[in-house]
């Protein structure tokens, strides 16, 4: 490795260019803020919203509620095309329609 050699001037003006520096001042809080960032990599994150007890409590109560729904709507549609089949065959019967071709 070479070395560079100075003279004592240019050693001198180096020195004096050192004299005016001041020493550097962070901007205000800016420790705190740093602290803070590093705390929350410490710590554990919250739940997000969708994993919350009475986010899941109110979904599930929803999912029953739309099943039950479905289910009553079911039995209606069921009990309504029974009353239709009954009164086809009661038609049937009072008019003496067995046969579909004897007319």
């Not at 020195?15 to 990599?41: C, H, K, V, Y």
Request: charge should be neutral; proline fraction near 8%; glycine fraction near 2%.
């Amino acid at each position: 490795m070479k070395r560079i050699k100075r003279t004592p001037a240019e050693i001198e003006d180096l020195l004096r260019s050192l004299e005016g520096i001041e020493r550097a001042t962070p901007r205000p809080f800016f420790a705190t803020r740093a602290e803070a960032r590093l705390q929350a990599r410490l710590d554990p994150s919250p739940l997000p919203w969708a994993f919350r007890p009475l986010t899941l409590v109110g979904v599930m109560t929803l999912i029953l509620a739309l099943n039950l729904s479905a289910l009553a709507l079911y039995r209606q549609q069921l009990t309504t095309a029974e009353e239709a089949a009954l009164s086809e065959e009661r038609f049937a019967s009072d008019w003496q329609l067995t046969d579909p071709f004897t007319w």
